[in-house]
Nanobody
């Protein structure tokens, strides 16, 4: 069974940095990997995404501040977050997709990121 486990969340001051990590286990063909986030009262949104060929895309709100990367050897997906803002506060979820039609997809349990003084 495929499992995604996030870590690295926590409390950080505005302007600070955090690095999230997602460990992927189980047998899956990786079509797309990504990070989503959901703040209270808001819908879950795509933050950053990477496909098997290495192409990445980001939400406009995080471009230039966040970087998504994949380490095939360690089976991890990371999200480096710099210049954090209070509006970045949310639960962040790791996401994996095994086919172009998104019929085979998996979610992590989420990790809390809080940006506050």
């Amino acid at each position: 069974q495929v499992q995604l486990v996030e870590s690295g969340g926590g409390l950080v001051q505005p302007g600070g940095s955090l690095r999230l990590s997602c460990v992927i286990s189980g047998s899956i063909y990786i079509y797309t990997l990504g990070w989503y986030r959901q703040a209270p009262g808001k819908q879950r949104e795509l933050v950053a995404q990477i496909v098997s060929g290495g192409r990445t895309n980001y939400a406009d709100s995080v471009k230039g501040r966040f970087t998504i990367s994949r380490d095939n050897a360690q089976n991890t997906l990371d999200l480096q977050m710099n210049s954090l803002k209070p509006e970045d506060t949310a639960v962040y979820y790791c996401h994996a997709v095994g086919d172009p039609l998104y019929t085979d997809e998996y979610w992590g349990q989420g990790t809390q990121v809080t940006v506050s003084l």
